[in-house]
């Protein structure tokens, strides 16, 4: 039996109070199992008003904390809920967090460096202490660095340890020389390290420089980032750190996306009963205007309409696609304007066989898991990716290009047709993405082969388990690190 460990999340979105993309799922999900694992994982993140609309239960706990900021001392409340049986404490100031939007603001940095400060603060004031501080993405980062470097944090966390993980290393919080002088921050910044100097910081190089151990969301993306084309100019720093990086790919919360429990999908299916899937599938079909025929394959995709994600190249490939193939393709996302014009242009002119909302509505997206043969996620990048573990329990199944997490995750479909779980494609070229839509849809054709490649699909395990597991060791790493 290994250790009990009080454990705290530090992130800026979780679901089902907050969710903006996969980071949500992660910190909607982990805590719960590493819980189950006997460890006391709690959570600490910004109140939202969103929050207020998912629970309006509030423990009041803390008032009166005074966070200097910019030259102000900015007032903190902290309240607790259990949020799916996960104790979450939440960190109030009307002026950085009564917004409706969790990023995109103007003073972002502004808004996560008084977090992450205001965060330690509350920590301290709190009846419960943690062996560790896991931190997410940039957000909650310059946490880590105070943590380290200023003297009094540095004594009452003395027996805490950092782990910092890295959902999306392209967004980095990054801020320059005048940042530094009116957040009053340089003396977390490392004074040696040129690399971190190159005209400007990020918040993430931070986490990455201080933290005791480093991890991102796959094997693949581990190994990704220590390169020029994926690191995101913090491969250097990440060099130095690359014997404390490890990879340890994302599962889902198994139950809030079970084919055969979900309330959000019309029509409640497992493996051993698929073809339920298919009245989904008409009644999507309907849904979004398209014809309704269970002989033409529906490719789904459900995503930020961004760059990473691979919309330059779709938008190059669908009107070719939709030209020559009898099949329909639907869209959930929003995102990019560019995109979301161009994308909708491509609508209108195959008003049959193409449909999209431009939304972000998360019982729309079960609806499309659940009723399309095929998913498409044909990123430039993919740190890991949720949506093809979610489709792959819904009986649908990703094209995929071959990065990041895709690559743990998805087996290419082999030309018998027996193995695989997939279709994977290398280059980022629109030409390759094509070539993987249409071996999708010839496949489709073949309807045993298909039936089985859905079962197969649908018969893996991608829960928290193993993974879960692989964050045990690495909290005990960090631990052994500070002892
Ligand atoms: P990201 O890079 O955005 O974190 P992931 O694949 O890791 O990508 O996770 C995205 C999560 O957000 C998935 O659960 C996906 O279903 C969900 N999602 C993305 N866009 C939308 C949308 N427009 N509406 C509902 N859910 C969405």
Same mark, same amino acid.
């Given at each position: 039996?290994?250790?009990?460990?009080?454990?705290?999340?530090?992130?800026?979105?979780?679901?089902?109070?907050?969710?903006?993309?996969?980071?949500?799922?992660?910190?909607?999900?982990?805590?719960?199992?590493?819980?189950?694992?006997?460890?006391?994982?709690?959570?600490?993140?910004?109140?939202?008003?969103?929050?207020?609309?998912?629970?309006?239960?509030?423990? *009041? +706990?803390?008032?009166? &904390?005074?966070?200097? $900021?910019?030259?102000?001392?900015?007032?903190?409340? !902290?309240?607790?809920?259990? #949020?799916?049986?996960?104790?979450?404490?939440?960190?109030?100031?009307?002026?950085?967090?009564?917004?409706?939007?969790?990023?995109?603001?103007?003073?972002?940095?502004?808004?996560?460096?008084?977090?992450?400060?205001?965060?330690?603060?509350?920590?301290?004031?709190?009846?419960?202490?943690?062996?560790?501080?896991?931190?997410?993405?940039?957000?909650?980062?310059?946490?880590?660095?105070?943590?380290?470097?200023?003297?009094?944090?540095?004594?009452?966390?003395?027996?805490?340890?950092?782990?910092?993980?890295?959902?999306?290393?392209?967004?980095?919080?990054?801020?320059?020389?005048?940042?530094?002088?009116?957040?009053?921050?340089?003396?977390?910044?490392?004074?040696?390290?040129? *690399? +971190?100097?190159?005209? &400007?910081?990020?918040? $993430?190089?931070?986490?990455?420089?201080?933290?005791? !151990?480093?991890?991102?969301? #796959?094997?693949?993306?581990?190994?990704?980032?220590?390169?020029?084309?994926?690191?995101?100019?913090?491969?250097?720093?990440?060099?130095?750190?690359?014997?404390?990086?490890?990879?340890?790919?994302?599962?889902?919360?198994?139950?809030?996306?079970?084919?055969?429990?979900?309330?959000?999908?019309?029509?409640?299916?497992?493996?051993?009963?698929?073809?339920?899937?298919?009245?989904?599938?008409?009644?999507?079909?309907?849904?979004?205007?398209?014809?309704?025929?269970?002989?033409?394959?529906?490719?789904?995709?459900?995503?930020?309409?961004?760059?990473?994600?691979?919309?330059?190249?779709?938008?190059?490939?669908?009107?070719?696609?939709?030209?020559?193939?009898?099949?329909?393709?639907? +869209?959930?996302?929003?995102?990019?304007?560019?995109?979301?014009?161009?994308?909708?242009?491509?609508?209108?002119?195959?008003?049959?066989?193409?449909?999209?909302?431009?939304?972000?509505?998360?019982?729309?997206?079960?609806?499309?898991?659940?009723?399309?043969?095929?998913?498409?996620?044909?990123?430039?990048?993919?740190?890991?990716?949720?949506?093809?573990?979610?489709?792959?329990?819904?009986?649908?199944?990703?094209?995929?290009?071959?990065?990041?997490?895709?690559?743990?995750?998805?087996?290419?479909?082999?030309?018998?047709?027996?193995?695989?779980?997939?279709?994977?494609?290398?280059?980022?070229?629109?030409?390759?993405?094509?070539?993987?839509?249409?071996?999708?849809?010839?496949?489709?054709?073949?309807?045993?082969?298909?039936?089985?490649?859905?079962?197969?699909?649908?018969?893996?395990?991608?829960?928290?388990?193993?993974?879960?597991?692989?964050?045990?060791?690495?909290?005990?790493?960090?631990?052994?690190?500070?002892?």
């Amino acid at each position: 039996m290994t250790r009990s460990l009080k454990i705290l999340f530090a992130v800026a979105e979780a679901s089902p109070l907050v969710k903006v993309g996969g980071l949500a799922d992660v910190a909607g999900s982990l805590p719960w199992v590493l819980r189950q694992q006997g460890h006391d994982v709690r959570i600490i993140m910004p109140h939202y008003p969103a929050v207020d609309k998912a629970i309006p239960e509030l423990t *009041h +706990l803390l008032d009166g &904390l005074a966070i200097p $900021m910019m030259g102000q001392h900015r007032p903190v409340s !902290v309240s607790v809920v259990a #949020s799916n049986g996960v104790p979450t404490y939440l960190v109030a100031n009307d002026h950085y967090f009564q917004r409706a939007r969790v990023y995109g603001e103007p003073d972002d940095l502004e808004r996560f460096l008084f977090f992450s400060r205001a965060l330690l603060r509350a920590v301290d004031r709190l009846d419960w202490q943690p062996d560790i501080i896991h931190c997410h993405d940039w957000h909650t980062a310059a946490a880590i660095a105070m943590l380290k470097t200023d003297p009094e944090l540095r004594s009452l966390f003395s027996r805490c340890a950092t782990v910092f993980t890295i959902h999306n290393l392209a967004y980095q919080g990054w801020f320059d020389d005048h940042f530094v002088s009116v957040a009053g921050i340089g003396s977390f910044l490392p004074r040696v390290e040129p *690399h +971190l100097r190159n005209q &400007l910081y990020s918040m $993430m190089a931070l986490g990455i420089y201080y933290a005791d !151990v480093v991890s991102t969301v #796959s094997p693949t993306y581990a190994r990704e980032i220590l390169t020029s084309q994926y690191g995101e100019k913090l491969e250097t720093v990440l060099g130095l750190r690359r014997e404390d990086l490890y990879g340890i790919v994302n599962g889902i919360d198994v139950e809030e996306f079970n084919p055969a429990t979900d309330h959000r999908i019309p029509f409640n299916y497992d493996k051993d009963n698929p073809d339920r899937k298919y009245e989904n599938k008409a009644a999507l079909q309907r849904q979004f205007g398209l014809p309704e025929d269970p002989g033409i394959p529906v490719l789904g995709m459900v995503g930020r309409l961004a760059t990473q994600k691979g919309i330059d190249i779709l938008v190059s490939a669908l009107p070719a696609f939709l030209q020559q193939h009898e099949a329909q393709f639907i +869209l959930l996302g929003t995102g990019e304007p560019n995109y979301v014009r161009m994308l909708a242009h491509i609508a209108t002119g195959y008003q049959d066989k193409m449909s999209a909302s431009f939304s972000f509505d998360a019982e729309l997206a079960q609806f499309i898991y659940a009723g399309s043969d095929l998913f498409l996620m044909p990123s430039q990048f993919e740190p890991c990716g949720l949506g093809q573990l979610i489709a792959f329990r819904y009986g649908t199944i990703p094209v995929v290009r071959h990065t990041g997490g895709l690559v743990d995750t998805v087996e290419d479909v082999s030309p018998g047709l027996e193995t695989g779980n997939g279709f994977v494609f290398q280059e980022y070229t629109a030409e390759a993405l094509l070539k993987a839509m249409h071996r999708a849809v010839t496949v489709f054709k073949n309807r045993d082969a298909w039936r089985r490649l859905v079962v197969r699909a649908m018969s893996a395990n991608h829960s928290w388990g193993t993974s879960a597991k692989e964050y045990e060791a690495l909290y005990n790493r960090a631990l052994e690190k500070v002892s």
